[in-house]
């Protein structure tokens, strides 16, 4: 067949089929060598599952799910048709196309495995509530009474507030440096609180420590909790209630490092946040901070 004919019966020029077909070869050899370094034991099925969320049209994300498990050492080809069916994913389903529930599913299902098998089977939880409900104080009591929680360290624009250390409490950094780690995609997620300054959760601490198998908590806000439930969906999410709206009042009115203004900023925003609680898997109240702290380190498992 001529070049023009050849042209005509594809309605395409060679040279775009011929890069079409070499991008084609390319994916295909970039989600081989995801399955390997799977199968090798180099990079956990939970990493590959969170890079796939992340970029959906990536190596990891154009694998399917069938592919993915049958990379596994340990699962074969009847364990995965038996494992689709109970999770109910699509044998054609790809990693990158996976709904918020199935992800869930999934993710539990590859912990629980690494669980069984001596894998690595980190767990990611994240503690949010209303602004001075305690949330700082619940985490702090954690990291100091509870060593085996991971305790992810926040980057902030405000001024460290009195007893603040840098580097333990939050990372404080300016604005010109905050707007730096959101271009270099160093944040796992990041906010503008109370309409005045930016947190947000630097990625690879995180990711290090799941890896790692660690049980890491986050400690954030609601915008937050609800960004991380984007790029994360196997997280549990843990909402932080103060026993009583007059309680939340006392509190904030009584630690003395926000002017009058801000303190009513802030609880105009805590009557809103309140309202999310519904968005959370499992609810906490904060009345005593140990008992509090207890709860949530026994509900990360």
């Given amino acids: 067949m001529s070049e023009q004919t050849n042209h005509r019966a594809t309605g395409l020029p060679?040279?775009?089929?011929?890069?079409?077909?070499?991008a084609a070869v390319a994916a295909r050899r970039a989600r081989a060598a995801v399955k390997a370094v799977v199968a090798s034991r180099q990079r956990t099925p939970i990493d590959v599952l969170r890079g796939a969320t992340r970029e959906p049209g990536s190596a990891e994300?154009?694998?399917?799910?069938?592919?993915?498990l049958r990379a596994i050492p340990g699962?074969?080809?009847t364990k995965v048709e038996r494992i689709m069916t109970e999770l109910d994913i699509s044998p054609v389903k790809?990693?990158?196309?996976?709904?918020?529930?199935?992800q869930r599913s999934l993710h539990l299902f590859l912990r629980t495995w690494a669980a069984q098998h001596g894998g690595c089977a980190g767990q990611l939880t994240v503690l949010a509530g209303p602004t001075a409900v305690g949330k700082g104080t619940v985490s702090v009591y954690i990291r100091q009474n509870y060593p085996e929680v991971s305790i992810s360290i926040s980057a902030t624009t405000r001024l460290p507030r009195p007893g603040e250390v840098e580097g333990k409490t939050y990372f404080f950094v300016d604005d010109a440096e905050f707007d730096r780690m959101i271009r270099e995609g160093e944040?796992?997620?990041?906010?503008t609180v109370h309409n005045a300054y930016r947190y947000g959760t630097p990625r690879e601490?995180?990711?290090?420590?799941?890896?790692?198998g660690q049980r890491v908590l986050l400690e954030i806000d609601i915008q937050g909790a609800r960004s991380v439930r984007q790029v994360m969906p196997e997280a549990s999410f843990i909402f932080l209630l103060p026993p009583t709206w007059?309680?939340?009042?006392?509190?904030?009115?009584?630690?003395?490092?926000?002017?009058?203004e801000e303190q009513?900023?802030?609880?105009?925003?805590?009557?809103v946040e309140l309202a999310a609680v519904t968005e959370f898997d499992f609810r906490v109240v904060n009345k005593d901070v140990a008992t509090a702290a207890r709860e949530v380190v026994d509900l990360m498992g």
């Fill in 94 to 102: 790809r990693l990158g196309g996976l709904g918020q529930r199935q």
């Fill in 264 to 271: 009513m900023q802030r609880l105009r925003s805590a009557e």
């Fill in 246 to 260: 007059e309680e939340l009042v006392r509190r904030l009115t009584g630690r003395g490092t926000e002017s009058t």
């Fill in 205 to 212: 601490p995180v990711e290090s420590a799941l890896a790692a």
């Fill in 14 to 22: 060679v040279v775009d089929r011929a890069a079409g077909l070499q």
């Fill in 75 to 77: 699962i074969g080809v």
């Fill in 61 to 68: 994300g154009t694998l399917r799910v069938s592919d993915l």
């Fill in 187 to 191: 944040l796992l997620e990041w906010a």
